[in-house]
Nanobody, 122 residues
Framework: QVRLAESGGGLVQAGGSLRLSCTRS????????MGWYRQAPGKQRELVAD???????NYADSVRGRFTISRDVAKNTVYLQMNNLKPEDTAVYYC????????????????WGRGTQVTVSS
């Protein structure tokens, strides 16, 4: 069974840094991308950054230049380095595995982690 385990959230002052990690367990045939979404209270979940199977990265405008997504393919892990954090970055951050094929002929499925809280104080 595919699972995503997140770690690295916490409380930090504005201007500080945090590093989130997400590790996949379970066997898959392929996935389109792996990345991070966030959801602040009263707001919709939004894409923060993702990295495709080919290694291309994509960032939300609000985090570009401050956040960096990377991966360790051998460890099935994706990282989100967050620098110069702002109070508006406060949210629950969710790891996402996009359009997963468990076999060559299966239907695509999206997987989500349970989320990790990031709180940035002013």
């Amino acid at each position: 069974q595919v699972r995503l385990a997140e770690s690295g959230g916490g409380l930090v002052q504005a201007g500080g840094s945090l590093r989130l990690s997400c590790t996949r367990s379970g066997t898959i045939f392929s996935a389109n991308a792996m990345g991070w979404y966030r959801q602040a209270p009263g707001k919709q979940r939004e894409l923060v950054a993702d990295i495709t199977s080919g290694g291309s990265t994509n960032y939300a405008d609000s985090v570009r230049g401050r956040f960096t997504i990377s991966r360790d393919v051998a460890k099935n892990t994706v990282y989100l380095q967050m620098n110069n954090l702002k109070p508006e970055d406060t949210a629950v951050y969710y790891c996402n595995l996009d359009r997963v094929l468990l076999t060559k002929v299966s239907r695509p499925i999206n997987y989500w982690g349970r989320g990790t809280q990031v709180t940035v104080s002013s």
